[in-house]
């Protein structure tokens, strides 16, 4: 089974939020700047309670931070 895949659009919503820098969103979220690049590149899946920490900061809701198609998943 090949690994599943979340997308997200933080990149998008933190130039939406004054231009917010990963490192402003890692110390709002209590993270290192390395973890939110590694979500940002899709090479790292956040916890439950990071997603809605990060939906938080944003003040958006969940889905519209992070998106999982199991269809492209199953391919």
């Known amino acids: 089974m090949s690994k599943c895949l979340i997308n997200n659009n933080i990149r998008k919503l933190r130039f939406h939020t004054n231009e917010m820098t990963q490192q402003e969103l890692a110390d709002k979220t209590g993270v290192t700047r390395q973890t939110i690049v590694a979500i940002e590149n899709g090479k790292y899946s ?3 309670e990071l997603a809605f920490r990060i939906s938080l900061v944003f003040q958006v809701p969940i889905q519209d931070v992070f998106t ?3 269809e492209e998943n199953l391919k």
């Open 46 to 48: 956040p916890t439950l």
């Open 68 to 70: 999982f198609n199991p």
